[in-house]
């Protein structure tokens, strides 16, 4: 009998970086584009129709002293190699359960804020660096860049008894598919983007709306157009003292603004978002990015990814009194042509201009972690 | 329909066994016969191509067609490297390519239907050398004939059958489809 291990528990692994061995099955180009990520891991990729006749080839290789998760596309070929390998004698081998299809789709909660009138939580996608939150206040609930597992945020409501009213999306994304559409089905909660991001469905429009009510008065959010990243990219103000930035500004660098082939134009509203509208909030706010790089540098001490705008600011060159012209020479000397894979669909579908099944959201999901492909250290 | 010697059924099945089939039914293969494997599970095409790339078989393409994906794959023999060419009348791609819109000219490509339908010249026959024989009613004598396949092997054997059989105006066209440069008409898309 195989031993089996979930992502939820594989997620703990990272997190609290224990020692591990990743036998990665897949084939040689799927290990080189992804793989899972833990500081104190050692990997070897043996495609599992090299070993179909038998393990023998690769029981050299494998360590006793640790254990061993063999890791395949979706957990069919980590059960037939992890089978051979107890029968071989190995009694510390699992199987990562769902393979990294589930790996992709598991989304870890993290605390970022509890106080008697306020909670937010941040919901790390640890197989592709996306990160979302839900903001908790009376008996309603804010969610900021959902993912298309929306039942996770209901789960969430659900526990805490609270109804998501509020839906907000911080641009149009072009590297993973929004859930923000369908939660508001759903839930019949208020949906807000920019309308020039170019979604042709129903929604309430951000460039009308600078405030987001809700009923409670403890909840005060700014909606602050931070073009740069998208022209339409808005970042969130909470109470003053969490800015939900959206792909603007992340712990360790800032959004890449050649996304849409107009580098020197948007160049400019990103220097302008970051000397003007940025360079205005305090150093003690609290930055919660849409996305990671490297989840080992950018996890902070209480367990969720976010810093101050001070250290931020002071880690980042470009945030310190850059002249504008020289700026905007290096956003542009750093822009690269590369987008992400399947941004055309994942675009269209996000604007509401085309559906697709399931299967195809997740194959244009899976792979590399997309998310982090336009964090750049500008 | 392209033409294939032998059909493997892996629909509805996930990974590993679209790859356990595929490796029991080319053990059954002769060398040079193509298999086509049909799989509905989405990952089976890098698994199939790259398992192809590792085992040394031909990985010719793949067709989708309702939502099912066509593998084809042909078994490579053990020595499949080109031999000495022993027919004398060689030419190059090169020269094929620029002898492609002289009327006088007809390509006949012996290579296996799959591999014609992975891409082939435009307005080449496919004859596939195991019914060359039976079929050189088909080929004109008027005509110079340009005999194609992948590396040179098959397209030689080809032409000294022609050669045999009184067609007195065949070239051997080396390397071929391999390092074809010029242009191909594919089924796939």
Known sequence: ?378 | MIKVDMTVDAKGLSCPMPIVRTKKAINELQPGQVLEVQATDKGSKADIKAWAESTGHQYLGTIEENGVLKHYIRKSAENETRKETTFPHVVSNEELQEKLHDPDSFVLDVREPAEYAFGHIPGAVSIPLGELENRMAELPKDKTIYVVCRTGTRSDLAAQKLAEKGFDRVRNVIPGMSQWNGPLDSAQS
């Open chain 1, 1 to 378: 009998m195989v031993k089996e291990m979930t992502v939820q528990q594989m997620t703990e692994k990272v997190f609290n970086k224990e020692s591990l061995f990743i036998l990665d099955v897949r084939n040689e180009s799927d290990f080189r584009d992804w793989k899972i990520e833990g500081e104190n891991f050692d990997y070897l990729n043996v495609p599992y129709f090299e070993l179909i006749d038998g393990v023998d080839s690769i029981v050299d290789r494998l360590p006793k002293d640790k254990d061993i998760v063999v890791v395949c596309a979706k957990g069919g070929s980590a059960a037939f190699v992890a089978e051979q390998l107890t029968e071989a004698g190995f009694d510390n081998v699992y199987m990562l359960a769902g393979g990294m299809q589930a790996w992709s789709e598991h989304l870890h909660q993290a605390n970022v804020y509890e106080d008697d009138l306020l909670k937010i939580y941040q919901f790390i996608r640890v197989g592709k660096g996306c990160l979302s939150y839900m903001v908790i206040s009376g008996s309603e609930a804010l969610v900021v860049d959902p993912l298309r597992f929306i039942d996770v945020y209901e789960q969430v409501a659900q526990q805490e008894g609270v109804k998501i009213t509020h839906i907000v999306d911080s641009h149009l994304h072009a590297d993973h598919l929004s859930g923000g559409k369908a939660l508001a089905e759903r839930t019949g909660a208020a949906y807000y983007l920019m309308k020039s991001e170019g979604a042709v469905f129903d929604f309430k429009p951000l460039e009308q709306h600078d405030t987001i009510d809700f009923e409670n008065v403890h909840l005060e959010v700014l909606a602050v157009k931070t073009p740069g990243h998208t022209p339409g990219s808005v970042s969130f103000f909470v109470n003053g003292k969490w800015l939900f930035s959206g792909d603007t500004i992340f712990v360790g660098g800032l959004g890449r603004p050649d996304l849409g082939g107009k580098v020197a134009e948007w160049a400019v509203d990103l220097y302008d978002t970051v000397y003007e509208k940025v360079a205005a909030m305090a150093d003690d706010v609290i930055v919660l990015p849409a996305h990671y790089a490297n989840l080992d540098e950018e996890i902070n001490a209480e367990g969720y990814v976010g810093d101050t705008l001070g250290r931020i600011r002071a880690r980042n060159e470009m945030m310190q009194n850059k002249p504008k012209d020289e700026f905007i020479d290096l956003v542009i000397q750093s822009a690269k042509t590369e987008t992400p894979p399947n941004f055309e669909d994942i675009v269209a579908i996000n604007r509401g201009l085309k559906t697709v099944d399931i299967e195809t959201q997740r194959e244009l999901e899976i792979g590399p972690n997309r998310c982090a492909l336009h964090h750049a250290h500008v």
